[in-house]
């Protein structure tokens, strides 16, 4: 791609979950957002003993993330570029609609260049009409729209627990760690060390060099 080319944030529409699938619609800024909010939560149980008068925080679990993007349309001319505003908003609501061949609304894979790709479904979306033609027609809107996570709850579990066997770990090799060693940090069980040889084509799993990453590869179900 020409390293001078614009390139546009896009939504695409999926059937599956996993976003995997040849997208169905797919919808193209027509600006890119100025801004991106990104916002989290954590979940406490804020159980208190008995005869205190604080609470402790204890950590239960990581909350769905939202992602907040507006789209600027503007259907004026001023840009350059020939817009028609009402069926730009038809593509971004086609993507984001219900599906009726899966039953629900459409998985949603959000990307733009260097921005981390975000598997989500839409949580909300306004439309804000900005001018219109003397006959009604709207000239300019600002669509604002709010994506959740879909990442599956087994997922989300997993990456609250940095040790979990779910997730592919990384270890860079230090002078006195051996492999089975290294098993038992990640999974729990030294056993493993077979598998993670082969995913790493050691020839020698005895013989460590120090310095050398390895990958610990998610456990198979």
Request: hydrophobic share 35%; glycine share 6%.
């Given at each position: 791609?020409?390293?001078?080319?614009?390139?546009?944030?896009?939504?695409?529409?999926?059937?599956?979950?996993?976003?995997?699938?040849?997208?169905?619609?797919?919808f193209e800024a027509y600006?890119?957002?100025?801004?991106?909010?990104?916002?989290?939560?954590?979940?406490?149980?804020?159980?208190?003993?008995?005869?205190?008068?604080?609470?402790?925080?204890?950590f239960k679990r990581i909350k769905?993330?939202?992602?907040?993007?507006?789209?600027?349309?503007?259907?004026?001319?001023?840009?350059?570029?020939?817009?028609?505003?009402?069926?730009?908003?038809?593509?971004?609501?086609?993507?984001?609609?219900?599906?009726?061949?899966?039953?629900?609304?459409?998985?949603?894979?959000?990307?733009?260049?260097?921005?981390?790709?975000?598997?989500?479904?839409?949580?909300?979306?306004?439309?804000?009409?900005?001018?219109?033609?003397?006959?009604?027609?709207?000239?300019?809107?600002?669509?604002?729209?709010?994506?959740?996570?879909?990442?599956?709850?087994?997922?989300?579990?997993?990456?609250?627990?940095?040790?979990?066997?779910?997730?592919?770990?990384?270890?860079?090799?230090?002078?006195?760690?051996?492999?089975?060693?290294?098993?038992?940090?990640?999974?729990?069980?030294?056993?493993?060390?077979?598998?993670?040889?082969?995913?790493?084509?050691?020839?020698?799993?005895?013989?460590?060099?120090?310095?050398?990453?390895?990958?610990?590869?998610?456990?198979?179900?």
């Amino acid at each position: 791609m020409d390293r001078g080319a614009l390139e546009k944030l896009r939504i695409e529409a999926h059937k599956q979950p996993a976003c995997t699938d040849a997208a169905v619609a797919t919808f193209e800024a027509y600006v890119n957002p100025s801004e991106i909010t990104l916002s989290y939560e954590l979940e406490y149980d804020s159980a208190q003993g008995a005869g205190t008068t604080g609470s402790r925080m204890e950590f239960k679990r990581i909350k769905p993330g939202d992602l907040t993007l507006s789209f600027f349309l503007d259907g004026t001319g001023a840009s350059g570029k020939p817009l028609d505003v009402q069926k730009k908003i038809a593509e971004f609501q086609r993507v984001t609609e219900y599906n009726g061949d899966i039953h629900r609304p459409n998985y949603l894979r959000v990307a733009w260049g260097k921005l981390t790709v975000k598997r989500c479904v839409l949580k909300s979306a306004s439309i804000a009409y900005k001018m219109f033609k003397p006959d009604g027609t709207p000239m300019r809107a600002v669509i604002t729209a709010t994506f959740t996570d879909s990442v599956d709850d087994q997922t989300r579990v997993a990456m609250a627990n940095d040790k979990s066997s779910d997730l592919t770990h990384t270890r860079v090799v230090k002078a006195g760690d051996t492999l089975p060693g290294l098993c038992t940090e990640v999974y729990g069980d030294p056993r493993h060390y077979i598998h993670v040889a082969a995913a790493n084509r050691l020839d020698d799993f005895r013989c460590l060099v120090p310095g050398t990453r390895l990958v610990f590869p998610p456990l198979e179900k």
